[in-house]
């Protein structure tokens, strides 16, 4: 048994050309995408990018684990206690692959990146690529086809491969030049919108979408005043979306010619999605909506399981337990994540009712995906212009520009049952009693917005009369929580 495991940084599915984008941003991906089967809605359990992986890698919601936030306390697993051993006895996702038998390899800097090192647990071979997420493909992929070369004939391996170019900055090179320069690209984002978000204010907000008061890439405009701004900023995106592709066929072909594509195990996602103007966010991944914890999710299992589409709600680390069992694994005990293999080797749709999101990087935020809508709670705007509750209809609008929370008491009801029933199932079975987004709270909020009122609203003041009287009510709202802060630190 051979598993190639392509993990794409800051990838959404909606653009993909095989999730019908309407640019052809993954030719390669595309491929894969028709054999395999297809999740529609897939999500990771908690986001950003260190919770992301966490929750994926110890198959637990961040709750259990510990890991919500990017600093802090809660950046760090929960330490297992009298019980552990001579060696941690917690099994990991590569872990469950070793198990299998398969030489297990990982070419990525995150454990670098995130000072995480139970990053590599399981891993046999890990290969750091050595600009802690700041590399190219043409930077990493690389080592993966030197390693290729040398043991890809062999039997038994797992190899995963960690692109970064759909993260900003978007670093493509110039030489590449714009693939889409003259393609059409999705127009919800009118002038209207754009008006609106730049009377408004949030981190990455329309006003200052690379977080500095400047273009930080020759692919990206300094502010988002017109769809034509928008447009240049959505072709950085892209384009480094095609990038990462065209370097997943790389990967493809040198296997290929090592004569073991065809049977070759293969697994495409990423850790978490890309606001792109949603919630007015611009090229980051700040909230449990629709959009940030939003993954891709392609298995091909040759032989296994047979080509299609899941409509069904997953969590991502429902998927990779159904592929765990598919290859003959079995699932721990204390994971959160649900296995649906019989149900994918029939062909069947599966998936769960409903599913809990949370988000404590840049904002504190707990969400319930169930039937066609998203309700958002948020504890933590993030020093973002968001309301406490938020109710989005993901069917007819899936950019979240219509607050249906007042329209809809019902929903919203719903909403607030189902985090509180899932909340105390899931302190019920902890092994802690405090919730680690508290634990975030008490520490003076995100940890990528802790301690910047002061800096964030005098900058608010500066543009105008309008932006200074946000700056009022950010201080009435989080001048107690920072000055807590403040003073026990």
């Not at 990838?11 to 991906?29: A, E, F, Q, V």
């Not at 260190?50 to 259990?64: E, K, Q």
């Not at 006003?207 to 005043?225: E, H, N, W």
């Not at 080509?307 to 721990?332: C, M, N, R, T, W």
Request: proline share 5%; hydrophobic share 35%.
């Amino acid at each position: 048994m051979r598993v190639l495991y392509i993990d794409i940084d800051t990838l959404r599915p909606d653009h993909l050309s095989c999730y019908g984008y309407l640019r052809k941003t993954s030719l390669n991906i595309d491929r894969i995408a028709a054999e395999g089967a297809r999740f529609d809605y897939c999500y990771a359990t908690d986001t950003p990018c260190l919770p992301s992986r966490a929750a994926l890698f110890t198959g637990m919601f961040g709750i259990h684990n510990g890991v919500v936030n990017h600093g802090g306390v809660a950046a760090d697993l929960r330490l297992e206690g009298p019980q552990r051993g001579f060696k941690d006895h917690r099994q990991h996702l590569p872990d469950l692959f070793r198990k299998l038998g398969l030489w297990t390899v990982s070419v990525s800097p995150f454990g670098e990146r995130h000072t995480s090192m139970w990053f590599y647990k399981g891993f046999n071979e890990m290969i750091n690529t050595g600009k802690s997420g700041h590399e190219r493909a043409d930077e990493v992929v690389p080592h993966a086809l030197d390693w290729i070369s040398r043991k890809g004939k062999t039997d038994n391996w797992l190899l995963h491969v960690n692109f970064w170019d759909p993260h900003a900055p978007y670093l493509t090179p110039a030489e590449y030049g714009n693939p889409f320069e003259n393609q059409p690209c999705e127009d919800w984002l009118t002038q209207d919108i754009i008006d609106a978000q730049r009377a408004s204010y949030g981190q990455r907000c329309a006003l200052d979408p690379t977080g500095c008061g400047k273009a930080v890439s020759p692919r990206t405009p300094d502010q988002i005043r017109t769809p034509a701004d928008y447009r240049r900023w959505i072709d950085g995106y892209d384009v480094g979306i095609k990038y990462a592709d065209d370097h997943v066929g790389k990967i493809l072909s040198a296997l290929d010619k090592q004569g073991v594509l065809k049977d070759t195990v293969i697994i495409i996602t990423s850790d978490h999605g890309e606001n792109q103007g949603e919630l007015n966010i611009y090229g980051d991944h700040h909230t449990a909506d629709a959009i940030t914890p939003w993954v891709p999710m392609i298995l091909h299992v040759p032989g296994t399981l047979k080509p299609g589409v899941q409509k069904g709600l997953y969590y991502q680390f429902d998927a990779f337990a159904s592929l765990i069992e598919l290859l003959g694994g079995q699932i721990p005990g204390n994971w959160d994540a649900k296995s649906f293999a019989a149900e994918l080797k029939k062909g069947k749709q599966a998936g769960r009712e409903s599913l809990v999101l949370s988000h404590s990087a840049w904002s504190c935020q707990r969400s319930v995906r169930f039937d066609d809508y998203i309700f958002i709670r948020t504890y933590h705007s993030g020093l973002k212009n968001l309301p406490d509750y938020m109710l989005f209809d993901l069917k007819k609008d899936i950019h979240e520009t219509h607050n249906l929370a007042d329209q809809r008491p019902d929903l919203v009801g719903r909403g607030l049952m189902i985090l509180d029933q899932w909340h105390t199932e899931q302190m019920k079975r902890s092994n802690s009693e405090s919730d680690p987004m508290w634990t975030v709270m008490r520490e003076g909020g995100p940890y990528h917005t802790r301690g910047q009122l002061e800096k964030y609203c005098k900058w608010l003041e500066s543009l105008d009369k309008v932006h200074a009287e946000h700056a009022k009510h950010l201080r009435e709202q989080y001048g107690p929580l920072e000055r807590n802060y403040d003073k026990d630190n």
